[in-house]
């Protein structure tokens, strides 16, 4: 299957502790996005990298968020000191070159603060 | 602020009728439109979309209608199955990033 893949399905953690998220595009895709979805809404933009440059950031992504994409193929989402309000569905998409308006999307990856 | 809107949070048809789901949106430089749908516990599966240079787009079942002038879109589905029940997300591109409306839950009914 090519499709994009996240990793790992689901995280709980404690209030404080750090996460890390990591997706894996379709192959070929020169851009990679992040969207974070809460229950009752529809997935809201966090940042993209088109190869390894990282474009453009969401107000919605504080400094205790980081995201990477260091060789422009996987890319890692760091959440550090983790709050109740960072719970919702992260979303991973990729998009080709010539067509970034057509996102896929991964299966996403479900972080629960307790 | 809301820039694309999914007025009606759920609609309820019978098998074989025809669904009709609408999106409103107020940035007019958006510039390309998605219809995406989501089953439960898996991300959006990408399902159709329009350029704003055209008014309409059909694939199959599902046909998109734009209507610019009233920065509004509609998606189409005929004859609805039981099997197209989940969530529909309408999306517009600014050529980076999409925004998506809050969805509309559909149900058909068998």
């Known amino acids: 299957d090519t499709g994009v893949s996240q990793n790992p399905r689901h995280k709980i953690t404690k209030r404080g502790q750090n996460v890390t998220f990591r997706c894996d595009p379709i192959?070929?895709?020169?851009?990679l996005y992040w969207y974070r979805q809460t229950l009752g809404q529809g997935p809201e933009f966090l940042t993209y990298f088109q190869n390894e440059a990282q474009l453009e950031k969401s107000r919605l992504l504080s400094d205790r968020f980081s995201a990477e994409r260091p060789k422009g193929s996987f890319s890692t989402l760091e959440i550090q000191r983790t709050e109740q309000g960072d719970s919702a569905m992260y979303l991973c998409?990729?998009?080709?070159?010539?067509?970034?308006?057509?996102?896929?999307f991964g299966p996403g990856t479900r972080l629960l603060v307790l | 602020d809301q820039q694309v809107k999914q007025n009606s949070p759920s609609l309820s048809v019978q098998e074989g009728r025809i669904s009709i789901l609408n999106c409103d949106y107020t940035?007019?430089?958006?510039?390309?439109f998605l219809w995406y749908k989501k089953y439960p516990a898996e991300g959006p599966t990408f399902l159709i979309s329009?350029?704003?240079?055209?008014d309409k787009n059909e694939d199959g079942r599902f046909t998109v209608f734009l209507n610019k002038s009233a920065k509004h879109l509609s998606l189409h589905i005929v004859p609805s199955q039981p099997g197209d029940s989940a969530v529909y997300f309408c999306?517009?591109?600014?050529?980076?990033?999409?925004?998506f409306g809050a969805g509309t839950i559909l149900r058909v009914k068998s």
């Open positions: 940035n007019s430089m958006f510039d390309y």
């Open positions: 998409a990729s998009s080709p070159q010539g067509v970034w308006e057509t996102q896929y």
């Open positions: 192959s070929e895709h020169n851009r």
């Open positions: 329009i350029s704003s240079i055209k």
């Open positions: 999306a517009a591109s600014d050529g980076n990033k999409l925004v």
